[in-house]
């Protein structure tokens, strides 16, 4: 761990809650190449250490730290829910009451059929909607929830020094919204796209199942991605 | 209307139902041009005839006819349904004994939920899951449905010769799938994606939705579009 007195380009820190695993590790290494401070969260203390040493390893003055989920989360200007969608109620039940209004809750999650022993290529469905929607129904108030980085394929976010290269749909409430989109313009190759209300989170879920279909298809493991055309530069 | 002894680049024709309408007639225009016989369906035949006209003047020694679409359906190879939702089953219906096993019906239909008077950037949930199986289970036994198209913007489509950029998720059974990827390719600019089986057309049309939404916010009159990007060439 390296924390060095660098402007970071966001206020706050980043909290990444399931930063351990492939994407969460992913995305802690792009906001840290980028300057951000951001403390990697986990069930198990230990875990969170040893995934934030390896980004410290791997990106220069990187300001990341490795904290349990709910310490990680408490203060966090955006808490990113990296976890397998059938981990998200439980994990966000965890750490609400160390929630403020005010944060960011970014979630993730896709509701593959995985969770109850299907193909990754399809979805179930979830009650509320989307795994969007169940964060936000479990959210206490005044915290704002946005959907953004479930498309973006983990093997090109870890792929640093090489652009992403993908666009994220961010969901959700104007200005959190905004918020998000201007967090994914510090991430090279990486572009937002407004996709507005909470609820098109369903759309943009269900888009990462067809994506793994077709990277079964068309056997490639890095991951196929997603580009819209015809958006004005802004 | 003129019909001339050019050789088609695909067997049969080309049955257009609904193909007086923004995104049928800008099909209509891309399949003449490749030089495909193509027919124009609608339920007045003075409209069919109509669009027919105007397809003929637009693309040099185009072969197209308009017909009822019960005429233009019987003996094509491809009939693609380009009508809009809430017109899909009743069109279907009329003209399904008109079908015979190994003619491919294209679902390019999308269940919005202008269908009951809200936004088109939502959806309506159809009980067999999508537009496509919707068709699929009111086809004939040996008529092999096959979902695509959904999301390319009829400006696109009409605005020959620029080439219209778009990919076309293209999902059913392997063969008749295979036979509409081939279709796609003959516009240019256009690039069918494997999409799996059809039920992923669930996924696939919803995505219209978002596009909508999209073009709305971001105030695309042209329509966005979509590519996924690592996917090898063939």
Redesign the interface.
């Known amino acids: 761990m390296s924390v060095v007195p660098r402007e970071s380009p966001v206020e706050g820190t980043i909290a990444i809650l399931g930063g351990t695993g492939d994407q969460g590790l992913g995305l802690a290494l792009r906001f840290c190449a980028a300057g951000c401070a951001v403390v990697i969260g986990s069930r198990k203390l230990d875990r969170a250490l040893e995934a934030a040493e390896h980004v410290a390893k791997q990106v220069r003055d990187a300001r990341v730290e490795g904290r349990e989920n709910g310490d990680a989360a408490a203060g966090a200007a955006f808490v990113i829910l990296s976890v397998p969608f059938e981990h998200t109620a439980g994990t966000l039940k965890a750490i609400r009451d160390r929630l403020a209004p005010g944060q960011i809750v970014v979630s993730m999650g896709v509701p593959l059929a995985t969770a109850v022993g299907d193909a990754a290529?399809?979805?179930i469905g979830v009650w509320q909607g989307s795994c969007a929607e169940l964060v936000e129904s479990l959210a206490p108030e005044g915290v704002h929830t946005v959907s953004a980085f479930q498309n973006v394929?983990a093997h090109r976010l870890q792929a640093i020094p090489e652009p992403v290269?993908?666009d994220v749909?961010v969901s959700g409430a104007k200005e959190p919204r905004t918020r998000v989109m201007e967090l994914c313009a510090l991430v090279p190759g990486l572009r937002a796209?407004?996709?507005?209300p909470l609820?098109?989170a369903?759309?943009?879920e269900?888009?990462t199942?067809?994506?793994i279909?077709?990277n079964i298809?068309?056997?490639?493991s890095?991951?196929?991605?997603?580009?819209?055309?015809?958006?004005?530069e802004p």
């Open positions: 290529s399809r979805m394929s290269e993908c749909v796209v407004d996709g507005g609820a098109n369903r759309i943009v269900a888009m199942a067809l994506l279909g077709m298809r068309y056997r490639v890095e991951g196929i991605g997603i580009r819209f055309t015809g958006i004005p």
